[in-house]
């Protein structure tokens, strides 16, 4: 299994706050089934700003403590980046991480609260360039839940969408759940992550979240938000099912 977000780093963000932290991680995950996970510690959200090059350090120390513990897991370098206008800029010179090696598919985190107004022109932008965003956990961002078909938009785009696995568990509460399995019914995500800090306060639940999907949507939504993992990674071509606009069921009152 591949988790293409977790902030397992030591010491960088609110995630891991030492070495011990990371290692209980690292062997949490392998519990779980996951054999591979993407770094991504926040970048350039206003509180943390985790820099490429020392990124690919922390990773490659990371690694080397795993592999010294005989923990077997797979560590690759990312970044998880907060939207902001001059992302294009900083790509030019280098300093962000995207998933993959072909510098093709890379995380996006949009505020909390909202959707920037800036956000569709900036993505879009960045589509032109044939780079493809992955907006990160938008079940939980304010306007996709009052508004979940403005997700649409940036899809059309050419943008993807992956949605935080303790979400979907009910771990963030019942509107979040509900929003996630809404969008994972009509395809508005594509792909499943833990976006795990803390063994403790907020971890994997990768093997619950798939089955949950499993049981709600299926053997075969699992194996393609698997598979969309794995492309991602190697940056090769997602497969994309048709999206499907949510409509509200409407309400019948009886007197």
Same mark, same amino acid.
């Given at each position: 299994m591949l988790d293409l977000h977790c902030h397992i780093?030591?010491?960088?963000?609110?995630?891991?706050?030492?070495?011990?932290?990371?290692?209980? =991680? *690292?062997?949490?995950?392998?519990?779980?089934?996951?054999?591979?996970?993407?770094?991504?510690?926040?970048?350039?959200?206003?509180?943390?700003?985790?820099?490429?090059?020392? $990124?690919?350090?922390?990773?490659?120390?990371?690694?080397?403590?795993?592999? =010294?513990?005989?923990?077997? !897991?797979? =560590?690759f370098e990312g970044q998880e980046v907060r939207i902001f206008p001059e992302i294009l800029e900083e790509i030019k010179k280098e300093d962000i991480l995207f998933c993959d090696m072909e510098d093709r598919y890379l995380l996006i985190e949009f505020p909390s609260r909202e959707a920037p107004n800036y956000a569709l022109n900036l993505l879009g932008e960045l589509v032109a360039e044939g780079k493809i965003p992955i907006i990160v956990h938008p079940e939980r961002n304010g306007t996709f839940i009052k508004t979940p078909n403005k997700l649409i938009d940036y899809l059309e785009l050419g943008c993807l969408a992956q949605i935080t696995a303790p979400s979907i568990v009910g771990r963030f509460g019942k509107t979040i759940q509900?929003?996630?399995?809404?969008? $994972?019914?009509?395809? !508005? $995500?594509?792909? $499943? *992550?833990?976006d795990a800090h803390h063994v403790k306060k907020r971890t994997f639940y990768m093997k619950e979240a798939f089955e949950v999907i499993q049981n709600h949507f299926g053997q075969e939504k699992v194996e393609l938000f698997?598979?969309?993992?794995?492309?991602?990674?190697?940056?090769?071509?997602? !497969?994309?099912?048709s999206i499907e606009r949510i409509t509200e069921k409407k309400k019948f009152w009886r007197f």
């Open positions: 780093l030591p010491g960088i963000d609110d995630g891991a706050q030492n070495m011990e932290d990371s290692l209980d =991680l *690292a062997r949490k995950a392998v519990s779980q089934g996951i054999t591979h996970i993407l770094c991504t510690p926040h970048h350039h959200n206003g509180t943390y700003t985790n820099h490429k090059a020392d $990124v690919i350090v922390k990773v490659a120390e990371l690694q080397r403590e795993l592999d =010294l513990r005989g923990i077997p !897991l797979t =560590l509900e929003t996630a399995e809404k969008m $994972v019914e009509h395809n !508005l $995500v594509q792909m $499943v *992550a833990s698997q598979q969309t993992a794995k492309d991602v990674l190697n940056g090769d071509d997602v !497969l994309k099912p």
